[in-house]
């Protein structure tokens, strides 16, 4: 699979060379899950699940949409390293590396060749 090779090779340059890609964390709000009669069954606890990000400067296109902050930055996360879909409602945390600490994700795509999720972050 080609987000898999991308990945082998994003991690294999950033453990010979130190970066660009570290250890990072997306951690979404689970949903809160009622009965039929409205009663809770479970809360919506925080899940944190495991990838490897980058955090790099935002690109021409992400300064010139609505909304850019002179802080935002672009950040990538490696598909293939992370179970799940990734989606504006998230947080990643990068958690080694120069960019250490939380990012909220303020838009998200695809890559062209479904590598990583692309997308702005805000310091959380």
């Avoid at 955090?55 to 296109?61: L, P, V």
């Avoid at 799940?84 to 303020?106: N, R």
């Amino acid at each position: 699979m080609l987000a898999e090779a991308f990945a082998q090779i994003g991690m294999a340059f950033s453990a010979a060379l130190g970066g660009p890609f570290f250890a990072a964390a997306v951690i979404n709000q689970a949903d809160t899950v009622y009965d039929d009669g409205g009663s809770i069954i479970s809360t919506g606890d925080t899940v944190s699940r495991a990838c490897q990000a980058q955090i790099d400067s935002a690109t021409e296109a992400m300064r010139g949409a609505e909304g850019f902050v002179d802080t935002d930055v672009r950040f990538i996360v490696l598909a293939a390293t992370l179970t799940g879909s990734l989606g504006t409602d998230a947080i990643v945390e990068v958690l080694a590396g120069p960019h250490a600490g939380l990012w909220s994700v303020s838009s998200i795509e695809r890559d062209p060749v479904a590598a990583g999720w692309v997308g702005v972050g805000r310091r959380a």
